[in-house]
């Protein structure tokens, strides 16, 4: 079915995009490599792969909300109401999380420890997707860089799915090409990664309201850059 699908031949071919690609849109966007090395550290351990699939987190906040848009045939024009995703969103857990209903229950801490989870990471996937697909892979990030599915147009792909197989079949390169191209696409970003703002790239970047994310990363840039 389609975990099978999912688990089985994974092999990476490619890659679409060079390592000279990736330097080149990286020094012409003023990105340095200290910085991506920090971003893809924090993001995911600066893996890409983990037995051949690309890395990925499942987020269960974001699959309630995105399964009630695709319930209601809104998903990518506005987000669901409180009470329409209490009435039409699906709930999938990943193995060994307590039950929960609201948001904040839902919700994973924001960054790292996932290398050695990708089974419970890839069964939530398939859960999630056999109820609503597309819902699915826009609830969970893929890559190098963690890039959330409802973020694959401004990372340059058409669909969710569609990114994280380029990713599956593009290489590390890939990945990071994703990754420059969802950080140009959005001016405040870029100006933050440009200005190592980590703050504001936090905010934009991983949506954390709070420090964390930002010193976590900032302390990450500060160890690559002293390295």
Do not use: C
Request: charged share 25%; net charge positive.
């Amino acid at each position: 079915g389609l975990l099978l699908a999912l688990l089985m031949d994974s092999k990476r071919r490619g890659p679409m995009a060079t390592r000279d690609d990736v330097k080149k849109l990286a020094s012409k966007l003023g990105i340095s490599q200290e910085f991506m090395t920090a971003l893809s550290r924090v993001e995911s351990g600066k893996q890409a792969y983990v037995n051949d699939r690309v890395i990925i987190r499942f987020e269960p906040h974001w699959f309630r909300n995105q399964s009630a848009a695709q319930a209601l045939g809104i998903l990518g024009k506005r987000k669901p109401t409180a009470n329409e995703k209490e009435q039409h969103g699906v709930i999938v857990l990943l193995p060994g999380m307590k039950a929960a209903t609201g948001d904040e229950g839902l919700r994973r801490s924001t960054a790292g420890g996932i290398s050695g989870q990708q089974e419970r990471e890839y069964k939530a996937l398939a859960e999630a997707a056999s109820y609503f697909e597309d819902a699915a892979y826009r609830s969970t990030s893929f890559g190098i860089g963690q890039i959330m599915g409802f973020n694959a147009r401004a990372a340059g792909y058409k669909t969710a799915k569609g990114m994280y197989e380029a990713f599956q079949d593009g290489g590390a390169e890939e990945q990071w090409m994703g990754v420059l191209h969802f950080i140009e696409a959005n001016g405040g970003m870029l100006r933050a990664a440009r200005n190592l703002d980590f703050k504001t790239f936090a905010t934009l970047y991983n949506g954390d309201p709070t420090d964390r994310y930002a010193n976590l990363l900032s302390k990450t840039y500060s160890d690559v850059a002293s390295a």
